[in-house]
């Protein structure tokens, strides 16, 4: 296979960004702020998922991938991490039938195998009534974490071709079997909250994506801020390794690697 890195096209930055990942943080903050529980900023995070989505529809997204819950976030007290649970059910039952109106495809991403039988099947459910959808890709990133991805994909990928040479592999070996196959690089990486870390999110994904940090905790979150995060990211010039005079002068896009 001839190695083509993903690195090598250069996005043009004046559009909308085509895939914008999230970190979705700050939920539980925002309800402490209020002297509610943490979970009351579960419940109002929903509702932000709701506008975020809407928005990037409208805005010509093609992609929006939101991390819900990481391979971490089971450490949590277990009251928090049930009420999740119910949430993610809950919204997988309404949220799907909205979702599926307005021509939006939806995924689940992560290591399902640890959710109740339930969840599994709500998910499949969802997946698969909506797989004819061509509107906008929803991808939830649910017990996600992008070092379970990468093992995954490597996991594949050598059961697959069992005679591979190790010498010799190369990155489009391994990415067909990342979870998230399906959908460009992000071109735009958000995290809300204020912390400014991956969190092991898409770590093989974000090799080049442009970051974007706000204090704003996510239940805040709106198609508001979100224009806010794409008037950033049309400031950017993504350059890949090239000097500016080259990016600028698109005759300089030289190299295959
Ligand atoms: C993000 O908000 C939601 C999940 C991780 C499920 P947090 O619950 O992490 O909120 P903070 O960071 O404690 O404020
Ligand atoms: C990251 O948020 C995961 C999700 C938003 C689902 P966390 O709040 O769990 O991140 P850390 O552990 O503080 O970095
Ligand atoms: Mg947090």
């Known amino acids: 296979m001839q190695h083509i890195s993903s690195t090598l096209g250069v996005p043009d930055t004046s559009y909308v960004p085509r895939h914008v990942a999230i970190i979705m943080d700050g939920n539980g903050r925002w309800a402490t702020q209020r002297h509610l529980p943490r979970i009351a900023g579960h419940t109002r995070g929903l509702e932000a998922v709701r506008a975020v989505v809407e928005a990037s529809a409208a805005r010509g997204v093609q992609y929006l991938t939101l991390f819900a819950f990481s391979s971490e976030n089971w450490r949590r007290p277990v009251e928090e991490v049930s009420f999740l649970m119910r949430l993610f059910m809950s919204a997988l039952r309404r949220e799907v039938v909205k979702m ?4 939006i495809r939806l995924k689940v991403v992560g ?28 991808t939830i ?20 071709s069992p005679m591979l040479d190790v010498d010799k592999i190369e990155e489009g070996e391994l990415t067909p079997h990342l979870a998230m196959a399906y959908a460009p690089e992000p071109d735009l990486f958000i995290r809300t909250g204020g912390e400014q ?28 801020e979100l224009d806010k995060a794409f008037a950033s990211y049309r400031q950017r010039e993504r350059r890949f390794g090239r000097t500016s005079a080259q990016v600028v002068a698109p005759s300089g896009l030289s190299g295959t690697a």
């Open 100 to 103: 599926h109106a307005n021509n």
């Open 111 to 138: 290591d399902l195998s640890r959710f109740s039988a339930r969840i599994q099947q709500l998910i499949r459910d969802a997946e698969a009534r909506t797989a004819g959808n061509t509107g906008l890709t929803v």
């Open 197 to 224: 870390r991956i969190s092991n999110f898409l770590l093989w994904q974000l090799a080049y994506s442009e970051l974007y940090f706000t204090d704003v905790f996510w239940p805040d979150f709106d198609a508001a």
């Open 141 to 160: 990133a649910a017990n996600y974490g992008g070092r379970w991805d990468l093992l995954q994909a490597m996991r594949k990928m050598l059961a697959r």
